[in-house]
């Protein structure tokens, strides 16, 4: 068996000791004589992997008592349309930060329920940076304000947390949650699609605060009301069993790594080793503002586009797969999550200083 170092944007890799404890556990978990695909997630053997999985993930992120943490479905798409049916009832305005492909996604969906107004956005020079906060024209009376702190397609990542003082702070995290250390209480609502930096496809994650539940319109999807999920533990419907319990396997292998301090150190690290292979050569370019460049996601560029299908193809050789860039960006881009080895990095900048030599 070869595995391959896969710098996919989401869904990600898995660490293998991860996939290797599942496919232990895969046939009986624990002596119940039944996989976790099998159970009830009503059974007492399914609460306690449920718990244990919140439990660990609340320790990691240091996540205060006054906040819930909830695993749904639907996605950080589904949030999209959850935040605003959660936090404006009765309509209303909330304030959003433009800053990419998702920040415009999250946008468009929230204009189905709330009168969005844009506080600022970076469309119109391509996306290559973070607006100061002293430039956002932000709305008094808006019920909460959006960002995307990671714009996974653009590599544009926020280095720090936007002040709002009493409005509460909602951040779609899907591609940078779990990278580092985060002070919680600065967010009223944190969310993130499972498949970068969590587990599997098919769950996601709401960290929300207490006094932001109970506010839903009445029309809000039973599934996506943030008061009937928490009061149900997540389960009031059949969640993702299997997703949730690999989910849990995934924080404590970060658990083992010296928790987000441990992975912090090793995510900058790594993505420095690229930076500093594009900055030190003129066959590459990152389109990306130096301060906010991405710790999770690098694009970037070769001089020549016509050496983009031989890049990639040489690469795939070399067991370096999924590089293409978005089709909105062109170029490459590696995505670098937890999960991707230092050693991975490195073969993937060995490789590119390779292929300059050969067609620079
Ligand atoms: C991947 C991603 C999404 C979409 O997530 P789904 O789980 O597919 O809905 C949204 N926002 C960001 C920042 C992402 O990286």
Redesign the pocket.
Known sequence: MTRVYNFSP?PAMLPEPVLRQAQAELLDWRGTGMSVMEMSHRSEAFRSIATSAEMTLRELMAIPEHYRILFLQG????QFAAVPLNLAGDGGRADYVDTGQ?SK?AIQEARRYVEVNVVASTAATGYHSVPPQSEWQVDPGALYLHY?P???IGGVEFHWVPEVGDTPLVA?M??TILSRPLDVSRFGIIYA?A??NIGP?GL?VVIVRDDLIGRADSRAPAVLDYKLQADAESLYNTPPAMAWYVAGLVFDWIKGQGGLPGLAERNQRKAQILYSTIDGSDFYQSPVDRECRSWMNVPFTLAESALDKTFLEKAEEAGLVALKGHRSVGGMRASIYNAMPEEGVVALATFMKDFEERHG
């Open positions: 989401g996605g950080a798409t589904g998702w996604k995307t990671n714009e996974t779609d899907s591609s699609g498949q970068k496809a996601t």
